[in-house]
């Protein structure tokens, strides 16, 4: 089975070509693109494809793509993003759902996790989570 990647928003990769356009026209002499925005490059070659953004954005595939797959080997350059969730307690207005919840995280190096909660728990999870990020995070 293929594993297709979704379209990545507009808004994103309109900003990303603002960037490289507005670098390649304001640029006095011949020289390498900022770091900056080949970094934004790869962030999005990463989770969308690096012919992707590379059609998209008016840069070199093979340039990309090399970028992107060494951004893959080394994991200390995408630093895990952290989300936080609003939390539900129990009282008159906001009830805890009687069902639960579902938590799946996947690291850049592959690995996944996915932890079902029992309703009305949840404080282990901090624990397993850091545990399973060990030497990743």
């Given at each position: 089975m293929v594993s297709r990647k979704k379209a990545p928003p507009t808004e994103e990769l309109a900003a990303l070509r603002q960037r490289v356009k507005g670098w390649r026209e304001g640029r006095v002499d011949r020289g390498p693109m900022p770091v900056e925005i080949w970094d934004s490059a790869v962030v999005l070659g990463r989770i969308y494809g690096a012919c992707k953004i590379?059609?998209?954005?008016?840069?070199?595939y093979k340039s990309l793509r090399l970028r992107v797959t060494r951004a893959m080997e080394k994991p200390g350059l995408m630093r895990p993003t952290f989300v936080q969730l609003p939390m539900t307690f129990p009282n008159e207005s906001a009830p805890v759902p009687a069902s639960?919840?579902?938590?799946?995280?996947?690291?850049?190096?592959?690995?996944?996790?996915?932890i079902q909660l029992e309703a009305g728990r949840g404080l282990e999870v901090v624990g397993i989570v850091a545990a399973c990020l060990g030497s990743r995070g």
């Open positions: 590379a059609r998209a954005v008016g840069l070199d639960g919840a579902t938590i799946e995280i996947a690291t850049p190096d592959g690995a996944r996790i996915c």
